[in-house]
Structures are given as C-alpha cells and as structure tokens.
C-alpha cells in the first residue's frame, strides 16, 4: 500500500509556508508517495506544488484539487503540463468541482450541473494534454469561441497524453464518471465499512468503460493520531467534522453529508447540518456521533491504528491518505513516522 500526505485548503494563509515545506520534505525522506496540495478560499493548489518540485526530488506532487470552474480547461491543461516540465514528469493532476458556496461565491460561475461541467473540462484537458488543436462544443465550454477572431490552438510543446488525472468525487454519478475516466480517486468522508458506498459507483463507470475498479488508484484515509486518549481525540475533531457535514456547502447541497447519511448517519448528519445554519455551532460540533469521527479516521493505541489500516487496505484502498494531528510540526511528523512503520508491518 503507498501513502499520500495533504497540505494547504482552508484556513492556508501562508504564514506557516516554511513549516509546509519541511513536512513535505521530511515525508519525501520517510517513503510518502504523494503530496497533495488542496485548494478552498487560502493558497491555490498549483504555485504550491510549483515550489514544491524544486526542493524534492522523488516524491509525486498533485493539485488536490483544482477547482475546475476557477480557469479555463485550457489553461487547466497548460498549467498540467509546466508542472509536469517542472517537476520531472512527478506532477499529477487532481479534478473536483467543489462546491456552490465557492464556485458561485468566489468564482461568480452558477453551480449548475456540475458533473457535466466535469466532464466537458475533461474532455478538453486530454485535447489539450494529446497535442491536438482545442476544438470543442459544450454547454459549458466552447473553443473557439464562436463568432469570434480566434481560431483552434493546440499547445505548444510536447505533448503528455499518459499524465495521470485524478479526480475528488462524492455523489454516485461522479464517482461513476471517475471509474469511467479517470486514473484514480482523491476520496473524502471515506468509510471502510461502508466502502461500497463510494466504490460501487466507480465499479460501475469503470465497468461502462470496459475496465475494473482495479485500474483505479483508490487514495482515501483520514485524520490520523496513535494514542491512548481517544476521547480527547475525538473531542478535538468534531468541531471540523460539524463544519464539513454543516458548512462546507449550501442548506440544499452539501455532499459530504450526503455521503455520510447514506453510510448510515442519515438523522445524524441531518441534525449537524440544521444546528450548523441556526449558527449553534457548539451544539453542531456535540451532536457529532462518536463513530462517525472512529470509522472515518485513523485514531488509538498502535494495534487500533494497524486495525484500520487494515480495514482500508481490504475495503479496497491503494493508496492511504495520511492527515496526522498535531499541535506542533514535530508531533505531526512524529505521527506520520509511526504510522508508516504501521503500514509497513501490516
């Protein structure tokens, strides 16, 4: 099983860049695979990664992700293929749509069909990354622009048809988008005894396009802590799993509680979200379900930790997704060492 490590996303501001920096460098050091650099409404996930290819040298560096109504699918391909120049061919590219609080919010683009969106923007990344002049007709993307001056292009440069692209997914037909297109999965809200709640929507794109889910590399983990105290772990978290299952989206769509209620915390997860809008925050964060944090993270004692691992590398995960806790750099790194000698001896 590889390993994948996260950084940036909300609340990056920058202030802590250096400290970033080395924890990337130090999981290159200690075997991680990938480093994925998240993008909300703080730092964007390409300058990150650009700086990142130049002071590592083996670990694989992706956007994870890059919100695709943020640029041009054109640019989006343009920018895969400097990172890849940049990187030495380490760069992977990583897809979602994020959400209609920031696509409509920040971005000023209706959040409207969004898994339409998704594909058009593939389809004209892979004309982009294959060489070929950008011609193309969608609803949401058109190239060139009709009526106009401009003509069809095709990137300047080598082209890079076999760039690994990745995409965030959670609703049934994204992820069956996913397992038809794509070359992994960036999985969120992921529960491995309900791993079929996510996989088997990619069994069946992959399965629509002639291919297994084992085509796929599956990434997907969770929030990771080795300790005896795990009350105090779970208590920490749960006011950011209020916000993911409240927040993080509108009253009427946000897809990490859906995907939640239908890994079986439906009222639960109900109840977050209503407490979260009527801004009773502290009441959002105490109707969090102690299991919902357990089954979702990497938390307790070493052999609990290794029980997880387990149950992720059986449900079907390739790749483990690390985001260890820590109030300082050294502790986070100290987690992350542990951890990875646990993915070793299991």
């Known amino acids: 099983m590889k390993t994948a490590v996260s950084f940036g996303g909300a609340g990056a501001t920058g202030e802590d860049w250096p400290e ?21 409404w703080g730092q964007d996930a390409v300058t990150t990664v650009a700086y990142l290819a130049a002071v590592t040298s083996r670990i694989r560096l992706g956007t994870g992700i890059m919100q695709i109504t943020a640029r041009a699918p054109s640019m989006t391909a343009m920018t895969a293929r400097s990172l890849d120049l940049l990187s030495g ?10 959400g209609p609080q920031v696509v409509e919010g920040m971005h000023g683009v209706r959040f409207d069909r969004p898994l339409e969106r998704l594909r058009e923007t593939l389809d004209v990344v892979e004309m982009g990354l294959r060489g070929e002049r950008i011609a193309y007709s969608g609803r949401h993307h058109t190239f060139p622009l009709p ?28 992820l069956e988008l996913t397992g038809e297109r794509a070359a992994g999965w960036l999985g969120t ?17 992959a399965a629509r396009a002639g291919r297994s889910i084992a085509d796929l590399d599956i990434q ?20 950011a799993m209020a916000f993911q299952l409240g927040g993080m989206g509108s009253a009427t769509r946000n897809f990490y509680n859906d995907v939640f209620r239908r890994a079986g915390w439906d009222a639960e997860a109900r109840e977050v979200q209503r407490l979260w809008i009527e801004r009773r925050r502290a009441e959002a964060a105490t109707a969090v379900p ?23 590398r059986e449900a079907g995960v ?4 690390l985001s260890p806790i820590g109030d300082t750099l050294a502790m986070r790194l100290d987690q992350l060492g542990q951890a990875l000698d646990l993915v070793a001896a299991s």
Request: charged fraction near 30%; include cysteine; glycine fraction near 10%.
């Open 20 to 40: 970033v920096v080395e924890y990337v460098r130090e999981a290159e050091r200690l075997g991680v695979d990938f480093a994925w650099s998240a993008e909300a």
């Open 89 to 98: 061919g380490r760069f992977v590219l990583g897809l979602g749509v994020s």
């Open 147 to 174: 009526g106009g001056e401009g003509k069809a292009i095709a990137l300047d440069g080598p082209s890079r048809p076999d760039l690994p692209i990745y995409f965030a997914t959670l609703g049934p037909r994204s």
């Open 189 to 205: 809200s992921f529960v491995p005894e309900r791993a079929d709640v996510q996989l088997d929507s990619l069994r069946r794109g």
């Open 220 to 239: 997907a983990g969770g929030r990771l802590r080795i300790t005896d105290d795990v009350d105090e772990t779970v208590a920490k978290l749960k006011p």
């Open 290 to 312: 102690d299991d919902l944090i357990l089954k979702s993270s990497l938390i307790g004692p070493p052999d609990a930790v290794r029980e997880r691992i387990r149950r992720c």
């Open 318 to 321: 390739t790749t483990l997704r």
